[in-house]
């Protein structure tokens, strides 16, 4: 009993907060489902993307269709003739299971083949996130989506190269 007592004879503060606000203000959040993104509207009928890759620049359209890939003009496996560059060119359809169901255009110039086909698989990547939202997941998590920000060392005076040094010699 002398410990009730002790309780009672202690000042209390009032700060106006009821044991309710204390309860909710506690309570972690509620989850918020992540909000979903319309599809954007098609320009002039397709879906652009562009992409860069070293000195390569590359302007992607897509569009619905029987699955037509033509780079400049020319058939992607005209264009590129290394496996990897096609794979790579193909890489964010195959992913996404589009393969077949879009038409895709491609004007590349600038920089070598290895770098144009990395520049079109950014921007092919970037045209379906506008052409369907919901395949934005995907592409993330293949990394499609992340521009490869390297680039050639320039030449340094003094030296052959960028990082080559001449001979050197004692005498």
């Known amino acids: 009993m002398a410990e ?3 309780t009672q004879d202690a000042p ?3 700060t106006g907060i009821t044991e309710a606000d ?7 959040p509620a989850e918020q489902p992540a909000p979903t ?22 302007r992607v359209r897509i569009k619905a269709g029987d699955g037509k890939y033509l780079v400049n003009g020319k058939e992607v496996d005209v264009y ?7 794979n790579d ?7 996404t299971k589009l393969e077949g169901g879009v038409d895709v255009y ?12 990395g520049a079109i698989k950014l921007g092919l990547a970037r045209a379906i996130k506008d ?11 293949h990394d499609f989506l992340s521009r490869d920000p390297r680039k050639v060392e320039r030449k340094k005076p003094g030296q052959p190269g960028a990082r080559k040094r001449f001979q050197f010699s004692k005498r």
Do not use: C
């Not at 993104?37 to 620049?57: H, L, M, N, Q, S």
């Open 106 to 117: 491609v004007n590349t110039h600038g920089g070598g083949f290895m770098g144009q086909a």
């Open 12 to 14: 209390t503060l009032d």
């Open 37 to 58: 993104r319309e599809p954007a509207e098609p320009k002039y009928g397709y879906w652009w993307g562009t992409g860069r890759r070293k000195a390569a620049v590359a």
């Open 89 to 95: 060119v193909r890489a964010p359809l195959v992913e």
């Open 131 to 141: 052409y369907d939202p919901s395949l934005e997941p995907i592409l993330r998590d």
């Open 4 to 6: 009730d007592t002790a």
């Open 80 to 86: 590129f003739t290394e496996m990897r560059d096609r």
């Open 22 to 28: 204390t309860a909710t203000a506690v309570a972690p």
